[in-house]
């Protein structure tokens, strides 16, 4: 069979790492979209890893700063304010678009770009780019999944499965589009509306009894938007899931207020708060968390309407 060909939009902690890994196991030919100055570094320094799941290495995937020639593959790691100026980077087709940002807007965004071809997507991963050309990975999770509620883009998943997979990045198949974004958002929402907020990590906000009830509360409230917007999940397991991962764990949205970049509050919390209020699910602790956020971060609060 033909190596897939895979475009990487965006080659930040996410984009950048999953070009590295591609790059080194070989298993797909693997090009990176990203500014002019971060095209012309990557091409000519490669990108260099610090993994906790893959090891230290340098990776030399293409860097290009326009997408001319038609992919198998446009995985879309971009944030979610950086999606259209981004988007005018690419000229060509692909045969398939994966966007792994979080949040759930952007997927429309998408479709009307592209139309079916693309799909839901969303990676489990903590990842930092401290600098163009440079990906720290700090997480043991480490995982991608994907749906299409339409059959026809399958074999194309398929074999970004495979390349992925063989790349050392394990790809699990959804059940549905809604199953596969709101499994990652009700995690992720609480996670990043907490540890933002509180400027601490999970593990200083699961230990204090007075900060813990508000996690929980979070997870429920973003947990029963997305039963109403027909996901199954079930908080308990989320919990659990946050019950176990690593103390130290972050959010991106932590990382980037600490930064001074502007955090996708929006996007995340902001899609959260939204499909409740069109659905009629009350979720004051998002909302009293998401004004919290951006009274520290400097940004409009979004709301429910
Ligand atoms: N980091 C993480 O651990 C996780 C992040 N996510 C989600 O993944 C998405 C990406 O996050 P993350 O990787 O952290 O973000 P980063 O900020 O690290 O990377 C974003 C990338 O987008 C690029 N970019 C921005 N504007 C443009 C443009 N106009 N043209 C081309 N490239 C552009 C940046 O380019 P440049 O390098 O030139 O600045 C950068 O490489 C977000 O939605 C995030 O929420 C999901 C799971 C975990
Ligand atoms: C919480 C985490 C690290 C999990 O994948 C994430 O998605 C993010 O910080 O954006």
């Not at 489990?124 to 994907?146: C, H, K, M, W, Y």
């Not at 996670?191 to 999970?202: H, K, N, Q």
């Not at 997870?219 to 917007?229: D, I, N, Q, S």
Request: glycine share 8%; aromatic share 2%.
């Amino acid at each position: 069979m033909a190596t897939v060909s895979i475009a990487i939009l965006g080659p930040g902690g996410v984009g950048g790492f999953l070009a590295a890994a591609l790059a080194r196991a070989g298993t797909a030919d693997v090009t990176v979209v990203a500014r002019e100055p971060t095209a012309a570094l990557i091409a000519r320094d490669g990108i260099a890893v610090e993994s906790v799941r893959l090891g230290d290495f340098v990776a030399r995937p293409a860097a290009v700063p326009q997408l001319a020639a038609t992919v198998d593959v446009l995985l879309v790691a971009t944030k979610a304010a950086g999606l259209d100026a981004a988007l005018a980077r690419v000229d060509a087709e692909p045969a398939l678009v994966v966007p792994l940002l979080n949040g759930l807007d952007h997927v429309a965004r998408l479709r009307e770009r592209f139309g079916p071809r693309a799909v839901a997507g969303t990676i489990r991963i903590e990842a930092d780019r401290p600098q163009p050309g440079r990906v720290v990975q700090t997480s043991r999770f480490l995982f991608v999944d994907v749906a299409s509620d339409d059959p026809g883009p399958r074999p194309r998943i398929d074999a970004l499965a495979a390349a992925l997979d063989g790349a050392g990045v394990p790809v699990r198949i959804g059940s549905s589009e809604a199953q596969v974004l709101w499994s990652k958002l009700v995690r992720l929402n609480s996670l990043a509306c907490v540890t933002s907020a509180y400027d601490a990590p999970l593990g200083k906000i699961r230990d204090d009894p007075e900060r813990r009830p508000v996690l929980e509360a979070c997870v429920r409230e973003t947990a029963a938007v997305a039963c109403a917007a027909g996901a199954a999940i079930d908080p308990e397991r989320t919990l659990a899931e946050l019950g176990e991962a690593h103390a130290t764990l972050g959010s991106s949205m932590r990382r980037d207020i600490a930064a001074g970049r502007p955090p996708e509050l929006d996007a995340i919390a902001g899609a959260v708060l939204r499909a409740g209020g069109r659905l009629g699910v009350a979720c004051p602790t998002v909302a009293e968390l998401a004004r919290q956020i951006a009274v520290r971060a400097g940004v409009p609060a979004p709301a429910a309407a």
